[in-house]
């Protein structure tokens, strides 16, 4: 096979703050799915991926833990790694961003972007809200109080430096604009040209004082670097590249010619990263491919909803290739994928175990039935031959065509199209009548030998998505995988050959009921590790000494009437959806059903809670408050909280299970 060259593809890192679960899993799989079948075709491949490991959250998460952050980035990066290798992904480089030759190679990048003026020492300045330790413009004000919270705020500056991202905006739209191939899908692309490019950016925050745990400017070393420049050179430091003299590996694999990353941030990946590429007057990417999510029966994954689907879990119950197989088929294009258990075990019986397996194991079971094993060519062909035939060896152009598009999940289809025309076949054959008349014997040794030859075909397409499973079917019929030059050519296997003797069932059927009580117990396990955390976080285990220590008084406001008490109406809601206001770095926008109807709530929570964790939650709600807008978004009530003297926030929740609309009195 001709080489066409070099490929240089990587993912995302994985950020360290926990456990990956099954929508983080799906894009080293998706990820190695496109190496293997890049390295088939002929490709040079370099596959990079990797943990990203600094940040303010990390240093939060570590100090909760009571251990320093790199013994909690170490435990995490060891176990995304490990989750890596047991999905069976071929990376050829797995990158720490707190390897020291990153850092080293961060150091020289910050420099360098400094001393040619790319980025400058400026601050932040504006009116601050200090319990939000937040800035805002005059603008951004609610009645002249903070639009997070509702506190007053003061005038106040703060120390950073500013990357110049203004300065090379006109250049990314115009290459944008001639290189359509760039981001992908195309509605990523007009996300950023029309939310973030056109309307003009503002210069780009690049360092941190409010925290210790990164990379520090080693010429001002009370900022650390922040985290986008940090993470996205990765890139380019860990394949060799350094102002002073780049590496061998560096000149042959640069520029990339894929970035895989998750929808989440293409804006990360398709304007500050190709502008500061720019800025380093180095070629941009090839492509960035922002992949869509898989969602759990429609929700984003969450421990506090306990809808979380890890891949181990998935593992043990299903076997890898099979979680390979559901994340790669079930994820469209551009839409959100779903995931449930019970999709899991539907997926797995009706392709992974009838489709194919079923497949494999009968083509098997009737050659040693009929011809002790043996697989022979007769050219006692008839007319449906030639439709099975076509279906077969016209297949691998079809899976090129949607690889060249990234549409894997239809790759694979088409992989399965073939074989169910197989499966099709025996039915059009009847191998079984053939065998009842020796007059037929030759026909039905041709139809076992076009069986033989278009399962080898297919397990050679498998491959890069099951590669163990497709080394088990041709371990089975004895013969090999083929150069992929050779999936488009029938009649290769060679006649003569014996097939194994103990055909090896490849995915059993699964029982739901036997199944699903394992999960029960995944999930009770998950729930009960959520509650132990939450308890430890919220500090649950302090004694009654301590809890009356922890204490504290607050300034009494004016006594009110019994009348004015009344005209509040409080009621039990339940939040079924949340999500991060735009404009505001401190606003969550819960959707709260209470009763039968659904109110929009806006809330200054987003640094206590994530929207992942409100969601599912039954809370307290002033319901009947004047609707008013926060940073645009109208908010129609208010949930209940209690505040300690750091300023952390709690929600206040019922203490038995209440229904949703439940009087508050």
């Known amino acids: 096979m001709s080489n066409k060259g070099k490929y240089y593809m990587t993912t995302a890192i994985a950020y360290t703050s926990g456990k990956p679960h099954i929508g983080n899993t799906y894009e080293i799989v998706l990820a190695d799915a496109i190496a293997r079948y890049k390295r088939a075709e002929g490709y040079d491949v370099y596959f990079q991926t990797g943990t990203d490991e600094h940040g303010q959250k990390i240093q939060e998460k570590a100090e909760a833990a009571g251990i320093t952050p790199k013994e909690f980035v170490d435990g995490v990066a060891g176990e995304v790694k490990a989750i890596w290798d047991l999905m069976n992904t071929s990376y050829d480089n797995f990158v720490r961003t707190t390897d020291a030759d990153h850092e080293k190679c961060v150091k020289k990048i910050f420099k360098k972007l400094y001393d040619q003026g790319d980025i400058y020492k400026g601050a932040y300045e504006g009116l601050y809200c200090t319990p939000c330790e937040s800035f805002w413009t005059e603008s951004q004000l609610v009645d002249g109080k903070c639009p997070d919270c509702g506190r007053e705020v003061k005038p106040a500056k703060e120390e950073a430096y500013f990357f110049k991202m203004s300065k090379y905006a006109d250049r990314l739209i115009d290459y944008i604009n001639t290189h359509p191939e760039f981001i992908q899908p195309v509605s990523r692309k007009n996300e950023m040209m029309n939310n973030f490019l056109l309307p003009g950016l503002q210069d780009l925050c690049v360092s941190r004082t409010s925290f210790s745990w990164g990379i520090p400017v080693d010429f001002d070393p009370k900022h650390v670097v922040y985290v986008w420049l940090d993470a996205l050179t990765n890139y380019i430091t860990k394949i060799g590249y350094d102002p002073d003299g780049s590496s061998e590996l560096f000149q042959k694999n640069w520029p990339a010619d894929l970035h895989l990353i998750g929808k989440d941030i293409v804006r ?193 397409l498998l491959h890069s998505f099951l590669p163990e499973t497709a080394e088990k079917i041709v371990n089975q019929l004895n013969t090999t995988l083929r150069d992929y030059d050779d999936l488009d050519k029938f009649g290769l296997y060679e006649s003569g050959s014996r097939v194994t003797d103990t055909p090896e069932i490849l995915f059993a059927r699964l029982d739901a009921k036997e199944v699903m009580p394992k999960v029960e117990e995944i999930k009770a396990t998950q729930k009960a590790e959520f509650e132990a955390e939450q308890k430890k976080l919220a500090g649950e285990t302090e004694t009654a000494e301590e809890a009356e220590e922890s204490a504290i008084d607050i300034e009494p406001k004016a006594e009110i009437e019994y009348d004015d008490f009344m005209k509040m109406q409080f009621q039990v809601g339940e939040i079924i959806a949340c999500e991060a206001v735009p404009k505001s770095k401190k606003l969550l926008c819960s959707q709260v059903k209470i009763g039968s109807q659904v109110k929009q709530i806006v809330s200054g929570i987003r640094k206590h809670y994530t929207p992942e964790e409100m969601v599912g939650k039954k809370v307290m709600v002033l319901v009947n408050l004047k609707p008013a807008k926060l940073a645009g978004v109208v908010s129609e009530g208010m949930l209940l909280c209690a505040e300690d003297e750091n300023g952390e926030l709690a929600l206040m929740v019922p203490e038995k299970k209440m229904p949703s609309g439940a009087e508050i009195c």
């Open 268 to 460: 990360f990946h398709t304007i500050y990263w190709p502008i500061f590429l720019m800025a380093l007057d180095l070629p941009l990417p090839k492509q960035v491919f922002g992949h869509p999510w898989l969602l759990q029966g429609g929700d984003k994954m969450s421990k506090s909803k306990g809808n979380v689907i890890y891949a181990d879990d998935m593992v043990r119950l299903f076997g890898v290739d099979a979680t390979r197989y559901f994340v790669l088929h079930e994820m469209p294009f551009e839409n959100d994928g779903v995931i449930t258990w019970e999709l899991v075990i539907e997926r797995f019986n009706s392709d992974l175990a009838n489709i194919l397996g079923n497949l494999v194991n009968r083509t098997i079971s009737m050659s040693n039935k009929y011809f002790d094993g043996v697989v022979r060519k007769t050219g006692a062909a008839e007319e449906v031959d030639e439709d099975l035939k076509a279906v077969v060896t016209g297949t691998r152009d079809k899976v090129q065509e949607k690889m060249d598009k990234l549409r894997v999940a239809d790759a694979i289809t088409a992989v399965f199209d073939l074989f169910r025309r197989c499966n099709k076949y025996i039915d059009e054959t009847t191998p079984w009548v053939l065998a009842k008349d020796e007059a037929d014997h030759d026909r039905l040794a041709e139809v076992l030998y076009n069986l033989t030859e278009s399962i080898t075909i297919g397990a050679g």
